[in-house]
């Protein structure tokens, strides 16, 4: 399923200073009065910026700190917390189990259950594989079919996302029955100027079940081009569809969010039930009440290993993933804990305190950093990508950031510089955030290991983010002097 930009991020930025700075050489002791440069045209931005070689911790030199250890709001800099203590804990290999149960082994059943323990990953395709391993079994009748939502226990939607974005896929609620990122997707394809854009559902079988209220259109080449897609705030199966996108130019891929999304796997599974000529008298979703002793497993899906799943969500700032992510981690940590994000949060602490990384210079509210009041420094972020590379899973972690130039959602940013193919970095915006974290391997100079954060509500992204752009090319011209 195509997701809307899953979080605030922006996917598609065309580098804007790379071309114009000089490439001359920049010794260390000159780097300090460069940045400084650059700061001083955004007089009234809170920055925290700290730029160390990357090394053991007896080794790494600092070459520039700008208030390291003032608390910012990190955007998806926060995806960086999350992963890393996911990794460290569950290990690469680590698979999110579905399963389905019976009450018995037979071909009429009383109970059908499936089990949900918030895989991110799960589409229809794959929920129509995990049917076929029950037809296979000789089931052809079933009394009641049951939802069993109970893995991840608190609210599904956090209640410090703006309520905005919760209508939105890149927002969707994060429970333990989850169907394709728990988003209604859809594609927009631009035709005709003063045309609306046409609308291609991902799951052909939602038209059944929602509305649409197109008011986009198509406008010339040259005009702006957004698109926003999201779930009417009082009728939740009217799918609203805003913005526009110039003739002639590539579909957009788009979703809103679901409200009861338990609700909505239970009937897409329901339905490849039916096609599959299996009888369902009634359905509900459980979330309180856990499968009773006794059940036999029927069928189950796992999700691809957890190396996969941090590539999704970082490379892609997935919110969704990160999530999930942040609520398994609760989950282990406490199986009786009634809030499976707090429970989460003390769980990322006290993996990463052990690291090295300071538990008391950030506030984590989510572990996406959707919600603006994540509080992190640009020291503790630092930290964290210091530690990791000094464990077994270094090279996976950074496998799972963005490749400047080449992927994720720095794919077209830093195209033609120094930068490209040198910097690994997690993204990150929000309003009035704009973030950087991550690795650069400059052509002449030592890998380093940086955080630039940007708080500005005043300025727009497009600026604060060429500035945070420039100081990166800053550090490629780096060598030893």
Known sequence: MALAHPSQEVRSVQNTVGQTLTSAPLCPVQLPASINGVLNRLPATQWGILVQTLDAPTSRLTLYARNPDLLLTPASNNKLLTTTAALQQLGATYRIRTTVTGNARSSSLSTLRIIGRGDPSLTTAQLTGLVQQVAQQGIRQVALL??????????????????????????????????????IGVTLFPQRVGQPLRVQWDDPTDAQTRRLANQSVTVAKGQDEFVKVYRDRT???????????????????????????????????RRALLANQIAVARSTVVKITPAPPGEVELAALESPPLADLLKETNQNSNNIYAEALLKTLGRLQNPRTQDATASGI??????????????????????????????????????????????????????????????????????????????????????????????????????????????????????LRAAVDEIVLLLTRLRSC
């Open 146 to 183: 049951v939802g069993d939502d109970t893995y991840f226990q608190g609210s599904a939607t956090n209640p410090k996302w703006d309520p905005d974005d919760t209508l939105q896929g890149y927002g969707a609620p994060v429970n333990s029955l989850m169907l394709n990122q728990n988003g």
């Open 235 to 269: 009728d939740g199966f009217l799918i609203r569809v805003e913005g526009q996108l110039q003739e002639g130019s590539a579909a957009e891929p788009a979703a809103a969010s679901i409200a009861n999304p338990g609700n909505y796997l239970v009937d897409k599974f």
């Open 346 to 463: 003390t769980a990322v602490k006290a993996i990463l305190t052990p690291l090295g990384v300071n538990p008391n210079h950030y506030r984590m509210v989510d572990g996406s950093g959707l919600a603006d009041q994540n509080r992190v420094t640009a020291s503790v972020l630092v930290q964290t990508l210091q530690a990791i590379v000094q464990t077994s899973n270094a090279q996976i972690f950074r496998a799972s950031l963005p490749v400047a130039g080449e992927s994720g959602t720095l794919r077209d940013r830093f195209r033609g510089t120094a930068a490209q193919g040198r910097l690994q970095a997690k993204t990150g915006t929000i309003a009035g955030v704009v973030a950087l974290s991550g690795y650069l391997t400059p052509p002449n100079y030592p890998p380093l290991a940086f955080s630039i954060l940007a708080n500005d509500p005043k300025t727009s992204a497009s600026r």
